[in-house]
């Protein structure tokens, strides 16, 4: 079957970079969130994973997201950045998976944003980007 729209293949690599402003802002956000309004949650939903350090671990946490977020907002090192971010989301779709009360996110959430890191981990940067494609 044709393509109905075959003239909006020349604009394929603006897919990418949509792609890295919508999870680059989720990032950011998520980041300043961990530092403000969820930071009690953080604390509650790490005591019950048992991890030490709680306060230590937001913080680092909460600074690896915003870091991660502006380098897909400026696509720099995309890649890596995706990687990364996409094993926090595999955590914390864990966390909210063992305690749904905790981040108050759905599962549908943590599958879109994988889904948008995943693509971005397979295609690259796009358009707009610092990364430059090999």
């Known amino acids: 079957m ?9 604009y394929s690599l603006l897919a990418p970079f949509i792609l890295r402003l919508v999870a680059g802002l989720i990032f950011v956000d998520l ?4 530092f403000k309004n969820e930071k009690e949650r953080w604390v509650v939903s790490l005591a019950i994973l048992r991890i030490p350090h709680q306060q230590k671990v937001i913080k680092v946490l909460g600074s690896l997201e915003i870091i ?4 897909l907002l400026l696509g720099f090192y995309t890649q890596i950045a995706a990687l990364v971010l996409a094993l926090f989301t595999f955590a914390e779709s864990y966390i909210e998976y063992k305690d749904p009360e905790i981040l108050k996110r759905s599962l ?4 879109m944003l994988l889904a948008i890191l995943l693509s971005l981990l397979l295609s690259g940067a796009g358009t707009f980007a610092v990364d430059l494609p090999l």
């Not at 044709?2 to 020349?10: R, V």
């Not at 991660?68 to 380098?71: A, E, I, K, S, Y």
Request: charged letters at 5%; hydrophobic letters at 55%; a negative charge.
């Open 2 to 10: 044709l393509n109905p729209f075959p003239d909006l293949f020349t």
């Open 108 to 111: 549908v959430f943590y599958v």
């Open 68 to 71: 991660g977020g502006l380098m």
């Open 31 to 34: 980041g300043f969130l961990a």
